[in-house]
């Protein structure tokens, strides 16, 4: 998928984005979960190194960086992580709480790059929770939907 890239329409928590030319937006983090083996053998999660926020089983990192969705996704895996995949209306909520300080929006894993209309999280997950704002996905003037992102909204 190298050249290709992602550009917005409109929504409200969700929202759909669309296969276009060049245009950055910002990812504000991912999730990576990484273990440290403890001394009765079981093995507990935890963030590694500043900036790393610990949430449920998984630690997130905000990046300020603008990068289209593939440089995004490029960014993560690099470092053994994922675009984040919300798996339940608590981690929403979470995720929102953290949105509400941001100063823009937020890549996530939710794609239908491979099948039109079969949104997929990017870490292989299955799509078993999704919040949508009213109306989206709506393919926004012709373009197909294919890369998801949370809105940051000015409350």
């Known amino acids: 998928m190298r050249g290709l890239t992602c550009s917005s329409s ?3 928590l969700w929202t759909s984005l669309q296969l276009r030319g060049v245009r950055w937006l910002i990812i504000l983090r991912f999730v990576a ?3 440290r083996k403890c001394q009765n053998g ?4 935890r963030c590694s190194g500043p900036d790393w926020y610990e949430f449920g089983e998984f630690c997130y990192k905000p990046f300020e960086d603008k990068k289209t969705w593939a440089d995004a996704q490029d960014t993560c895996r690099s470092l053994g992580a994922e675009l984040v995949s919300i798996r339940s209306m608590v981690e929403q909520s979470w995720l929102e709480s953290y949105l509400y300080f941001a100063t823009s929006d937020m890549w996530t894993g939710l794609n239908d790059l491979l099948v039109s209309g079969m949104y997929v999280w990017s870490d292989h997950h299955m799509v078993t929770f999704t919040y949508w704002a009213p109306g989206e996905p709506n393919n926004h003037h012709g373009f197909n939907d294919d890369c998801v992102k949370m809105l940051h909204q000015v409350r």
């Open 42 to 45: 079981t093995h507990v999660l």
């Open 10 to 12: 409109t929504g409200k």
């Open 33 to 35: 979960p990484t273990y």
